[in-house]
């Protein structure tokens, strides 16, 4: 397979996912908006840094405001992380590649890219938003039913797999980043201010709330809630789950082409140390410090994946 | 003035009857709903953007995707009349293939003064690194588009020879496809010739004339300028129905003697290459330097027989406008036979006697500028402004020998589906036409161009043409 081939698979399932990843923080912060108006803005605030478009938010629009938010996160054509901005990009990679998609998975980008680009034409109203969201979940999840059940499973599915795994680790490496302080421990100070909507809000945004009371019932904690949503190799949006996910597809394509690669051992290395660390430990060095160096080492592990498989040279 | 022209159509003769080709459609559209016909011309249109059947339009700021338009009723072409045709086109492109060794190796026809030498010496199209190299298999233009149009029953020219990288062949493979998804019955009643195994021959084809470098199973890969070119749908098209790597210029390197692909796992042989970008671009060390689209050093490696180059380099002199008025001499110098196909008459405005009665006869005229295409730098004289006219009249003044004139032909018509019914648009043909060292194969048919804008004669896609489905009869 063509590096540039690998590269455009990898992408273009990232930005997807990116797309699906967007609508859900969007979701969160409009629930946050309608429950505690008081703390609006700081949610938006974190929400954008989640989203990673924190930086270009300000340079755009400074001021924090709901509707220029939602909005920027949805419809901003210069912002690789808006929906209509990764929508775009996947179509794009989807293009380059077109010669690896099966006729489903082809259709199922270029319908999604067709459909957003239409329902994001103009703005959204609050009352459509909902809606929306929606509509912006099913796609993504329209294409990812396509590549399940139709692509063949050689190395370029796992490029694709790699590609929605390490988008997944890092948003929700990303969010628990973000709301750190809503998930310190149970008795420190600053918890006494967050509730349970919070609590809450978080669990949406990885689309887990209703997981989370499966295996927990009704009892939330900030040390059970950051464990669940850290180290569960059983919630699809964890990021222990994902980096094991991103560890075996990386030794799939070792044992395909026959040979590891440093990026195997970087993937091997964080898999590990995530398996050994316990919640306790975590909260013991430092819940923020933890998952800035988890960012850190995907964005590492993402370019030593690149250099591997030679997307670019 | 002259009296109104009348043009044949293909579909119904003078008083109105449908032809016998077309007999059995004929008694279908007046069984079908007409309704229902323009909705599922709707249809169509949905199933080509959601499948992303589009290309990209030149010389637009943002790349902007468009549709080509698709006229639901097929243009249909009798056994007899393509067994004819293709005779006369596999004579045609043998003749240019022997014509392309000539030129590139002892030059017989110049030396019999056949062709003039300052008409090959001067052109552009003319590529001095070619001379004295054997492409591998002996194989010039792999793939070649010939147009064609009708002017009466028995009456088709050849417009012109397209021996560069002639494109639009997805087309002639989607539009069946949407044909057969739209109206499977039409396909039950109708015994149509198959073109959908036109990836496998063209395969087949190139993987015939690959290099004897080659080790194990030949490596093909289409190399495309990329997702922002007007055909790359077509290039993304090709390269997955052969089962062949797409690649672009960046892709790929001199590795060992070899041209070599980026993979995953490291640089690897490419056999053959479908290229799509022209000449010019193939090799920065050799044509255009600031080129980004080719591969620095590809023409060496080919010179050494390292990588099959399809078409070859330089074969665009035989398709050149200029070389186009001497085809018949070409066919005959090469096959000893008359050429089956018929040339349009055609001035070489370069020639001073020519020049004056162009100049004359400007308003009767189809001008064209020789290394033209795509319908850009052309006139049709009768369709033209004064002004026009003119501004024309001053360019072949300054330089004549970039035009040729031919007499506007009187296109055949086939009708098209329109809201209020049928209507006769004019067309052209262009059969595809595989060249490998041992045969030549013509997928039955060929794109149907068809000008959607009543009495235009200009049916380029990127001058509002659309395309038909083409059928041939079975016998």
Request: with cysteine.
């Amino acid at each position: 397979m063509l590096g540039k081939t690998a590269g455009g698979l990898f992408w273009m399932y990232r930005y997807l996912e990116r797309c699906e990843s967007v609508a859900r923080l969007i979701e969160a912060g409009f629930r946050i908006a309608l429950a505690r108006p008081d703390i609006v803005e700081d949610e938006w605030t974190s929400i954008l840094a989640a989203a990673g478009s924190r930086a270009a938010y300000d340079e755009r629009h400074g001021r924090i405001r709901e509707s220029i938010v939602v909005d920027f996160l949805l419809r901003d054509r210069d912002n690789p992380s808006s929906v209509l901005g990764a929508v775009s990009i996947a179509r794009s990679n989807a293009r380059l590649v077109r010669t690896e998609l099966t006729r489903e998975v082809w259709e199922s980008v270029n319908e999604s890219w067709i459909t957003l680009k239409q329902a994001l034409d103009a703005p959204v109203h609050n009352r459509d938003l909902p809606e929306t969201l929606g509509l912006i979940r099913r796609q993504a999840a329209l294409v990812r039913g396509a590549l399940y059940s139709t692509q063949l499973r050689n190395d370029g599915y796992q490029f694709s797999q790699l590609g929605i795994s390490l988008e997944r680790a890092s948003n929700t490496a990303r969010i628990v980043d973000m709301k750190y302080y809503a998930l310190l421990r149970s008795g420190s100070s600053m918890v006494q201010t967050v509730s349970n909507v919070q609590w809450e809000t978080i669990l949406r945004t990885v689309s887990a709330h209703r997981s989370y009371r499966w295996l927990y019932g009704g009892d939330m904690t900030p040390e059970t809630i950051a464990r669940f949503l850290i180290l569960d190799q059983r919630m699809p949006r964890a990021i222990l789950f994902c980096i094991d996910g991103v560890a075996e597809c990386l030794e799939n394509l070792a044992k395909m082409y026959g040979r590891r690669l440093p990026s195997n051992e970087l993937a091997d290395r964080l898999q590990d140390d995530l398996r050994r660390v316990t919640i306790t430990d975590i909260y013991d060095a430092g819940l923020k410090g933890f998952t800035v160096d988890v960012v850190n080492r995907l964005a590492v592990l993402s370019q030593q994946i690149e250099e591997d498989y030679r997307y670019y040279q | 003035m002259q009296d109104k022209p009348t043009f044949f159509d293909e579909m119904f003769d003078s008083s109105g009857q449908a032809r016998p080709a077309y007999a059995q459609l004929v008694r279908w559209l007046e069984d079908e709903d007409f309704k229902r016909l323009i909705r599922k011309s709707d249809d169509a249109e949905a199933f080509f953007r959601r499948t992303g059947i589009t290309f990209n339009v030149y010389s637009q700021q943002e790349a902007e995707e468009r549709l080509i338009p698709f006229d639901l009723l097929p243009r249909i072409i009798t056994a007899l009349e393509w067994s004819r045709l293709t005779r006369g086109i596999e004579q045609r492109v043998r003749a240019i293939n022997a014509f392309l060794h000539d030129i590139y190796h002892r030059q017989e026809i110049l030396r019999a003064g056949r062709v003039p030498v300052e008409l090959i010496a001067r052109n552009a199209a003319f590529v001095p690194q070619m001379i004295g190299v054997d492409p591998p298999g002996g194989v010039y233009t792999h793939i070649v588009g010939v147009d064609l149009v009708r002017t009466g029953s028995d009456e088709f020219y050849v417009l012109e020879d397209n021996a560069r990288t002639p494109s639009g062949v997805s087309y002639m493979l989607e539009n069946r496809e949407t044909m057969i998804h739209m109206f499977p019955e039409l396909f039950a009643q109708i015994h149509v010739r198959q073109v959908g195994d036109y990836p496998t021959h063209l395969r087949r084809s190139l993987v015939a004339a690959a290099p004897a470098a080659t080790q194990g199973r030949a490596v093909v890969a289409v190399l495309t300028p990329g997702i922002h070119n007007s055909a790359y749908f077509e290039h993304s098209f090709l390269a997955d129905q052969m089962g062949a790597e797409l690649v672009e210029g960046h892709d790929l390197r001199v590795d060992n003697g070899r041209i070599a692909m980026r993979t995953t796992q490291g640089f690897m042989p490419v056999d053959v290459l479908y290229r799509r970008v022209d000449d010019d671009y193939l090799d920065p060390l050799v044509f255009n330097p600031d080129s980004l689209l080719g591969v620095p050093g590809i023409m060496d490696i080919y010179r050494a027989g390292g990588i099959t180059i399809a078409n070859a380099p330089g074969t665009g002199i035989a398709d050149d406008k200029a070389i186009y008025s001497y085809m018949p001499d070409i066919v005959e110098f090469y096959t000893g036979e008359r050429a089956i196909l018929k040339n349009v008459p055609t001035w070489r405005c370069g020639e001073a006697d020519s020049l004056a009665y162009v100049l004359d006869h400007l308003d009767e005229l189809v001008v064209k500028e020789v290394h033209g295409s795509g319908g850009y730098g052309m006139l049709v004289g009768p369709a033209a402004s004064k002004k026009e006219l003119a501004s024309f009249r001053r360019k072949l003044i300054k330089s004549p020998g970039n035009y040729i004139a031919q007499p506007t032909l009187a296109l055949s018509t086939v009708p098209i589906l329109t809201k209020s019914g049928l209507a006769p648009r004019h067309v052209d043909l262009r059969p595809y036409v595989l060249v490998s060292p041992d045969r030549v194969t013509i997928t039955p048919g060929g794109l149907t161009r068809v000008a959607l804008k009543k009495g235009s004669l200009v049916v380029n896609s990127s001058q509002g043409g659309g395309t038909k489905d083409t059928w041939v009869l079975e016998d």
